[in-house]
C-alpha cells in the first residue's frame, strides 16, 4: 500500500528515489500515478483477503498480484541494460522471489489439512475451486 500512496501522490519521489526505478527513463508523471493507483486497487483486495480469509478470496488475491508481477518481472529480464551488475542481480533476486512467494502459496491453498471431524467455512476444498 505503501508503493501505491507514494507513486499515487508523490510520482517523483517514487522515480528518483525507489531504487531501479530511474534506470528505465524517462520519468513519467501520468505512468508513475497510474501505477500507484493500480498498487492501490491491488492493496485493497488483499485488506479484504487478510481480514475474511477466505479461501476463495485468498486464490484471487495471489492470482490478480500474479497477473501483474509475472509480467513485470519478465520486463525487468529483457531490460537490463541500464543496469550495474549489482543492481541486475539484486532486482532479479527480489522480483523472482515476488513471483515465486506468491505462487507457493497459491499450491498451498490445495493442500491444507483438514481437522479430525470440523469443517471450517473458509476452509479450501476442490468444491470451492474459482468457477464452481
Known sequence: MVVGLVATLAPRVFYDYVPWVDLIPPYSEHLMRDYGAMNLSLALVFVVTAITMECRMVRIALGAYLLFAIPHLIFHLTHLEHFTMEAAV??????????????????????????????????CREDQALGD
Not at 104 to 117: E, K, S, V
Open 90 to 123: 539484486w532486482q532479479t533476486i527480489v522480483l523472482t522471489v515476488a513471483v515465486l512467494l506468491p505462487v507457493g502459496l497459491l499450491i498451498l491453498t490445495a493442500y491444507r489439512p483438514r481437522r479430525a471431524g470440523i469443517k471450517e467455512a473458509n476452509e
